[in-house]
C-alpha cells in the first residue's frame, strides 16, 4: 500500500468518525449509475454501469459530509471460429470506488433539496479475459486471464437534487464527473482513462 493510498484511506476514515460524531442528521442511500469512461468507447455501452451505497451526514443546516462506496463494470465479448471449433473471449473491465465528499446543500423547501460539491476517492480496477470454446452446443470454461492494474486515487464533482417522498423516505438524481485513471502494472506506459461524465438515481432512507 503506497504512502498515498495510506493517506486517503485515513481520510476516509476520520471523514466518517466526524460525520457520526457531530451529525444532526443521517441519510443512507442507494443509487444505480452510469459512468462514461473515456478509454472506454470500445467496451458496449461506452462506460460503466453499477451502484452505490452512500452514508450522508449533516453537521449543520447547509453542510454535508458523503461517503460513498459502490461497484461499476463494463463488459464486451467476441465470438470467432478456429479449425471449426467455436470460441467467445468476453472482457470485463471494473472499478470499486472508495469516495469522500463535501456537499453544499440548499433546500427549497420542506421536500425539496439541492446539492453540490468536490470530493476524493479511492479506486481499484480489475480487468479479466475469459475464453470459452463451444463443444456441443454448450460453452465450457477454458481459462481465464487477470489482468493486474494500478489502483488510483482521484477526484470527482457532483450535482443533484433529492425530492422526500415521506418523513423518512426520499428519491434523488445526479450528475457528476470523475477523474481518475489506471495502467496495467506491467506495463505503466500503457494508460487506461476513465475520467468521464455520469449520472445516478436512486432512493435515501432518511433519520
Known amino acids: 500500500m503506497t504512502k498515498t493510498t495510506k493517506t486517503t484511506a485515513c481520510l476516509l476514515v476520520l471523514l ?5 460524531a457531530v451529525a444532526q442528521t443521517f441519510s443512507l442511500g442507494v443509487g444505480a449509475q452510469y459512468w462514461n469512461g473515456r478509454d472506454l468507447d ?8 453499477g451502484g452505490n451505497l452512500i452514508l450522508r451526514f449533516s ?3 447547509y453542510l454535508g459530509i458523503d461517503l460513498r462506496a459502490g461497484a461499476s463494470g463494463v463488459w464486451d465479448g467476441e465470438s470467432y471460429r478456429i479449425d471449426g471449433q467455436k470460441y467467445k473471449t468476453d472482457v470485463i473491465f471494473s472499478c470499486l470506488p472508495f469516495e469522500a465528499g463535501l456537499l453544499l446543500l440548499l433546500p427549497v423547501n420542506d421536500r425539496v433539496t439541492f ?6 476517492g479511492y479506486y481499484h480496477y480489475d480487468l479479466d ?14 481459462h481465464t ?4 492494474l494500478e489502483d488510483d486515487v482521484g477526484w470527482y464533482a457532483v450535482a443533484g437534487m433529492t425530492i422526500k417522498v415521506s418523513h423518512h423516505f426520499s428519491v ?15 506495463d ?20
Request: with cysteine; net charge neutral.
Open 16 to 20: 466518517f468518525i466526524a460525520g457520526t
Open 42 to 49: 470500445e467496451f458496449d455501452g461506452n462506460g460503466m454501469w
Open 59 to 61: 453537521p449543520v443546516k
Open 115 to 120: 446539492y453540490g460539491g468536490p470530493g476524493v
Open 129 to 142: 479475459i475469459k475464453t470459452s470454446s463451444k463443444h456441443n452446443h454448450h460453452y465450457h470454461s477454458e
Open 145 to 148: 486471464d487477470h489482468i493486474k
Open 172 to 186: 434523488f438524481g445526479e450528475a457528476r464527473y470523475t477523474a481518475s485513471e489506471t495502467k496495467l502494472k506491467h
Open 188 to 207: 505503466k506506459s500503457d494508460k487506461i482513462d476513465c475520467s468521464g461524465a455520469g449520472g445516478q438515481v436512486g432512493f435515501m432512507f432518511d433519520f
